[in-house]
């Protein structure tokens, strides 16, 4: 192995052009694991804000890649200036992985639940998932454009992912609306990975494809529908009984009055109460 990072012909053009920093260059005369040890460790800084651990790393990989091709492709000629190919992969990888790691900009919005316009109708859905048992609840309700409570319902469906809970509930949510002889609707979802599924072509591969088309042919009915995420401190509400679904028996649950346990939330959306969100600037 010592041979392959340091003896060979490959290795020796690489560090011979790559310009070792003085601090560490006294390392290429001690034993392969103290010059291991020590270049690894080094806290040198090279032009370019490159760190020498970063570029050391980047030629003993380069010289193993350079050193098989030359043994298994015969007549391959390592480039003939291989420290520019190393100090352009280390640069690239560094700026891919500061862009990565770096935590983007978020700034605090007030969010709140808004009342439909005049004359048209809100469905809020929600989906739960308890990953320790993988257990899936949904929950949805619906209100004219006074905010005032029309019917709701929970849903105990059984094992599951969070997409089943939320396709559920978005179906439940459909039925129950069309149900009740409602034409005009709009539909709130947090989960924007349900709404892009909607909107979008579906594969047939897709583990849900079936359910995901059912809430499409419902969603073509005869009547105006329009689906949109919002966040999820605007859809409390739907959430309170999606989690509600967990201590109720397996199938749907239709209340004939909204639970006690919901009135905060259905005040809160109908005084219009904001929370606090952060969000990426």
Known sequence: MDHVFRGCSVALKVWNFIKVPF?????????FTDWLRINLK????????????????ASIWHCWKWRCNSIFNPGYEPPPNPHHTILQFSSEWLDANTVVNA????????????????????????????????????????????????CEF???IGIGNIYEAELWSL?????????????????????????????QACNHAHPLFFLIED???????????NVSHIYREQNRAADHLANLGYELPL???IYESAP????????DDEIGRALSRAVPC
């Open 260 to 267: 006690i346990s919901l009135s905060s939330f259905l005040l």
């Open 154 to 156: 929970s849903a105990n």
């Open 103 to 150: 935590k983007p900009t978020r700034e605090v919005i007030q969010v709140l639940w808004s009342l439909p316009t005049l004359g048209n109708f809100k469905l809020n859905v929600d989906g739960s998932c308890k990953t320790d048992s993988w257990k899936i609840c949904a929950g949805g309700l619906l209100r004219d454009s006074n905010g005032a409570w029309i």
């Open 42 to 57: 080094s806290k040198i800084m090279l032009s370019g804000n490159l760190p020498w651990t970063l570029v050391f790393t």
């Open 215 to 225: 809430c499409k042919l419902l969603l073509k009915c005869n009547w105006r529908c």
């Open 23 to 31: 601090d560490v260059l006294h390392s290429f005369s001690l034993v």
């Open 171 to 199: 179906f439940r949510g459909l039925h129950m609306a069309w149900d009740k002889g409602i034409r005009s609707l709009d539909i709130e979802c947090d989960s924007l990975s349900i709404v892009s599924l909607i909107a």
């Open 251 to 253: 199938g749907l649950h």
